[in-house]
């Protein structure tokens, strides 16, 4: 019995492994489509966010399985309940890089986006989901901090776009509103960040037992 629930757990592990990956691309994708003016194939990103959900969906399935049809112990119940959470970050995830490719279907002025830390941010973010799913799989503790640490960041990035952009905005007025849908899309990134920081917290949880969340309760 406890082989087959290992064997479970492992399957776990994977397919938290390709909702990741598809995480990675919907938001790579969505870059490409905001730094291409030649590129219009948001559909592409529509199809990924669809494919996160019915990952989600697969993964919830697979947790509610491993919770009726085997007897988890507390660190059990911890990766499974930490999973859970986490697919729901995930799924956040997915619907932000959908956010930012629909801007960036009616942005003409694409060429902006070079101009300020967008590709950065998008790097950043990418790593951070990368790397607290690899943590949670890996059951690496230091690892998952240094995921919530790198959110600094990401946040300093954001940061910079809404110093910098006041006066982008002032020497090229004409472009104004295009600036501005810059900071909303910035705003996305931070908020992926965030999430993939909130996966990272999850790992320490079901690690340790410990969330900050818990701690302040």
């Known amino acids: ?31 490409e489509l905001l730094q291409n003016t030649e590129d219009t194939r948001v559909a592409d990103v529509d199809r990924i966010e669809e494919e996160v959900n019915h990952k989600e969906r697969e993964i919830e399935t697979l947790c509610m399985k491993l919770l009726l049809q085997q007897q988890p112990v507390a ?9 859970l959470k986490m697919i729901s970050d995930m799924e956040r995830i997915g619907d932000q890089a959908q956010d930012i490719a629909d ?5 003409q002025v694409k060429e902006i986006a070079h101009k300020i830390h967008i590709g950065e941010m998008a790097e950043a973010t990418i790593k951070m ?7 949670f799989v890996k059951k690496d503790l230091k690892a998952a901090a240094a995921v919530v640490k790198y959110d600094d960041v990401v946040d300093e990035l954001f940061m910079k776009i809404k ?21 909303m899309i910035a705003k996305y990134f931070e908020r ?26």
């Open 1 to 31: 019995m406890r082989k087959r629930f290992d064997q479970q757990l492992e399957e776990l592990n994977v397919e938290l492994i390709k909702m990741g990956s598809l995480c990675e691309r919907a938001i790579r994708r969505a870059v």
């Open 75 to 83: 660190r059990d119940l911890r990766e499974i309940s930490s999973a």
């Open 103 to 107: 801007m960036a279907r009616f942005m």
């Open 129 to 135: 989901v990368t790397e607290s799913i690899d943590s």
């Open 163 to 183: 110093t910098e952009l006041p006066a982008m905005i002032e020497k090229d007025s004409k472009n104004a509103e295009y600036y501005i849908d810059l900071i």
């Open 192 to 217: 992926i960040g965030d999430h993939a920081e909130n996966i990272a917290q999850w790992v320490e949880y079901s690690i340790t037992g410990s969330h900050e969340e818990l701690r302040q309760e």
